[in-house]
């Protein structure tokens, strides 16, 4: 089970961030506290002021070849699971995701 999906508009992602990691990166897929898939990724910034979350967006911006301003935190924001939507073409997002974990 993958932890995005194709929604109107692009995808939803679920993130379980891990900030304040030695490195940025991605840790595989792993399930949440209710058996749902979610993304494990580990970033270097602290949890302080917004800080994981800018990074966090900023981080999948470079890495998905997206602007900032197309990720949107839809709910997490102050949690360490979040749900992401990404802008743009399902397809093409999904393609580049399965690419991140492969």
């Given at each position: 089970m993958?932890?995005?999906?194709a929604i109107a508009?692009?995808v939803r992602l679920a993130?379980r961030?891990?900030?304040?990691a030695?490195r940025d990166?991605?840790?595989?897929?792993?399930?949440?506290?209710?058996?749902?898939?979610?993304?494990k990724?580990?970033l270097?910034?602290?949890?302080?002021?917004?800080a994981?979350n800018?990074?966090?967006i900023a981080?999948?911006?470079?890495?998905?070849?997206l602007?900032?301003?197309?990720?949107?935190i839809r709910?997490?924001?102050?949690?360490r699971?979040?749900?992401?939507?990404l802008?743009g073409?399902?397809?093409?997002?999904?393609?580049?995701?399965?690419?991140?974990?492969?």
């Amino acid at each position: 089970m993958k932890p995005y999906a194709a929604i109107a508009g692009g995808v939803r992602l679920a993130v379980r961030l891990t900030p304040r990691a030695s490195r940025d990166g991605v840790d595989g897929i792993a399930a949440d506290a209710e058996g749902r898939p979610v993304l494990k990724l580990r970033l270097r910034a602290p949890p302080v002021e917004g800080a994981a979350n800018a990074a966090l967006i900023a981080w999948l911006a470079k890495t998905l070849g997206l602007r900032k301003a197309d990720i949107e935190i839809r709910s997490g924001e102050t949690g360490r699971t979040k749900i992401l939507h990404l802008s743009g073409d399902s397809a093409a997002l999904i393609r580049k995701l399965d690419a991140l974990l492969a």
